[in-house]
Antibody, heavy 121, light 109 residues
């Protein structure tokens, strides 16, 4: 059974850097084709795709947020970390971690429950 | 900037059929965009229904189906149930990045 869980601060101040951790089980990020990504959703708004890292350390980023995002993986800990710099109140959102497998063209299959991050001074 | 467009809202009667569409500002949606469809109910994380245009997961009810028609990706619900009332999002692949549509709020009434 695949599970993912997001963790990190619930409140950050404007201009600070957000660091979120996705801890997963039921799969290995060293398995060919596997990818773990991040998606966010501001309150009452649509989903927004942020970033994805693959088993081979290939990384993809949203063009509009690329300069602020960094995604890394620690295969031994079954974790993926997303950092977002220069946080702003408009970045207030629920952040979701996802799992997929590129080899079967299912790029977003499983979701974590999400974690709400509020940006406020 | 690429924009993915969905109907903001649709209403369907129980037992009826409804089709949700997903269009791209860059032109016709093809299988190369690997269309995905997600369902989200209030207070819950999204759930993946359809991947790579037509493929269902083991948990996807049979009444949901995905297709391409007229340059758009489609999600069709046949025999709609009250529990299908939710927000639905499509996701398309562009040049190493993914873009969500704005979502469709489906009301079953």
């Amino acid at each position: 059974q695949i599970t993912l869980k997001e963790s990190g601060p619930t409140l950050v101040k404007p201009t600070q850097t957000l660091t979120l951790t996705c801890t997963f089980s039921g799969f290995s990020l060293s398995t060919s084709g596997v990818g773990v990504g991040w998606i966010r959703q501001p309150p009452g708004q649509a989903l927004e795709w942020l970033a994805l890292i693959y088993w081979d350390d290939d990384k993809r980023y949203s063009p509009s947020l690329k300069r602020r995002l960094t995604i890394t993986k620690d295969t031994s800990k079954n974790q993926v970390v997303l950092t977002m710099t220069n946080m702003d109140p408009v970045d207030t959102a629920t952040y979701y971690c996802t799992h997929g497998n590129d080899f079967v063209d299912s790029h977003v299959t499983h979701w974590g429950p999400g974690t709400l991050v509020t940006v406020s001074s | 900037q690429t924009v993915v467009t969905q109907e903001p809202s649709l209403t369907v009667s129980p037992g009826g059929t409804v089709t949700l569409t997903c269009a791209s500002s860059t032109g016709a949606v093809t299988s190369d965009y690997y269309p995905n469809w997600f369902q989200q109910k209030p207070g819950q994380a999204p759930r993946t229904l359809i991947y790579s245009t037509t493929n269902k997961h083991s948990w996807t009810p049979a009444r949901f189906s995905g297709s391409l028609l007229g340059g758009k990706a489609l999600l069709t619900l046949s025999g709609v149930q009250p529990e299908d009332e939710a927000d639905y999002y499509c996701l398309l692949f562009y040049n190493n990045a993914w873009v969500f549509g704005g979502g469709t709020k489906l009301t079953v009434l």
